[in-house]
């Protein structure tokens, strides 16, 4: 008889359900956005979030490559919202397998 192959099942991480973001907020196909705009659709999502007790949220953002002149807009000014909101613990890049440099994921304080 021959030898059996064995298969090798995808390893996956344990506590990686612990880290995944609970809800996000996509600010692709909304056209072209003012600051106030920003601000106002950012405000609702986490209204919603704190109602739902909601603790890791996930924006994407984008990559601003279709934006005027190829630089970013709408992530750096949501970074800088985000960390001066009362109720926002922590803000920083998403992960790579999340969207990467086109995301934000935000801890809020529940």
């Given at each position: 008889m021959g030898k059996r192959k064995k298969i090798?099942?995808?390893?996956k991480n344990k506590y990686d359900?612990?880290?995944k973001p609970e809800a996000e907020f996509d600010f692709h196909d909304r056209?072209?956005?003012?600051e106030s705009d920003m601000k106002r659709l950012t405000d609702d999502?986490?209204?919603e979030c704190f109602?739902?007790?909601?603790?890791k949220v996930l924006f994407i953002t984008g990559k601003g490559?279709?934006?005027?002149?190829?630089?970013?807009?709408?992530?750096?000014?949501?970074?800088?919202y985000l960390s001066c909101h009362s109720k926002v613990i922590r803000v920083y890049e998403g992960?790579?397998?999340r969207g990467g440099t086109g995301t934000l994921e935000a801890?809020?304080?529940s």
């Open positions: 090798k099942k995808d390893k359900n612990l880290s056209g072209m956005l003012r999502f986490l209204e109602d739902r007790g909601l603790v490559l279709h934006s005027r002149k190829g630089m970013p807009v709408i992530k750096p000014w949501l970074k800088k992960r790579r397998d801890i809020l304080d």
